[in-house]
């Protein structure tokens, strides 16, 4: 699967939208782009995930860009109980291979 | 459904001993997988079942470890002759067969401690 590239921290204001950007120009046509958060002590969460087109769901909003190379997490408020560590990952096959992800720091 | 149960939580052991911990999947997934993640790591994968087939093992999983899912329904994840570089979250995800296109739950965890 392919690699992505993801800041190592970011922070932002509670109430406040976060964007949480992820490069993967390495991308193949068959790449899915998943999302997943993982608070401290806990397992990873499921996000959101999308092939093409931007994606919405109850917890988040999924930007993809029109050549694929990029994309962005959007939280829309961000509130205290979403600061997690944020992994993008690139998925074809049968598994998901972790990078090291994004921590992001929300402050009250 | 509960989603994915894993026990124990939290598991101390003496080095040299062997530990079992075990998954029980969200019931109408057919593929389990096992990830191990150390501290500031992101999980790193094991190994994989398709209902009672193991199909893909990580080179991380050296002899001393081994995992099985009879029946295709929960898993076990045994380690013998425990080392301290053992410990870690061992951690369990389910998800539907068919593609990339459905997301992955995952428990808990079991936490490790080898002293």
């Known amino acids: 699967d392919a690699k992505t590239t993801q800041p190592n921290s970011m922070e932002s204001n509670e109430e406040e939208p976060v964007h949480l950007p992820c490069n993967h120009s390495?991308?193949?046509?068959?790449?899915?782009i998943h999302w997943y958060r993982q608070l401290p002590s806990q397992g990873p969460e499921y996000v959101i995930h999308?092939?093409?087109s931007n994606v919405n769901n109850r917890m988040a909003s999924l930007a993809i860009a029109e050549d694929r190379k990029s994309s962005t997490l959007i939280l829309h408020r961000a509130t205290l109980r979403d600061a997690a560590v944020y992994y993008c990952i690139l998925i074809s096959g049968d598994k998901l291979t972790f990078g090291t992800g994004t921590r992001l720091a929300v402050r009250p | 459904d509960t989603g994915v149960s894993q026990d124990p939580r939290h598991k101390i052991t003496k080095r040299g001993q062997n530990v079992t911990f075990r998954c029980d999947p969200i019931?109408?997934?057919?593929?389990l997988y096992w990830y191990r993640q150390t501290l500031g790591q992101g999980p790193e994968f094991l190994t994989y079942?398709?209902?009672?087939?193991?199909?893909?093992k990580s080179r991380l999983l050296s002899d001393r470890f081994s995992a099985e899912r009879p029946k295709g329904s929960f898993s076990t994840l045994e380690i013998q002759r425990t080392e301290q570089g053992d410990s870690a979250m061992y951690l369990c995800?389910?998800?539907?067969?068919?593609?990339?296109?459905?997301?992955?739950?995952f428990g808990s965890g079991t936490r490790l401690t080898v002293v």
């Open positions: 019931s109408e997934h057919n593929r």
């Open positions: 995800a389910s998800r539907p067969s068919g593609g990339a296109n459905y997301g992955y739950t």
């Open positions: 390495t991308i193949s046509g068959t790449d899915y």
């Open positions: 999308g092939l093409t």
């Open positions: 079942f398709q209902n009672e087939a193991q199909l893909e």
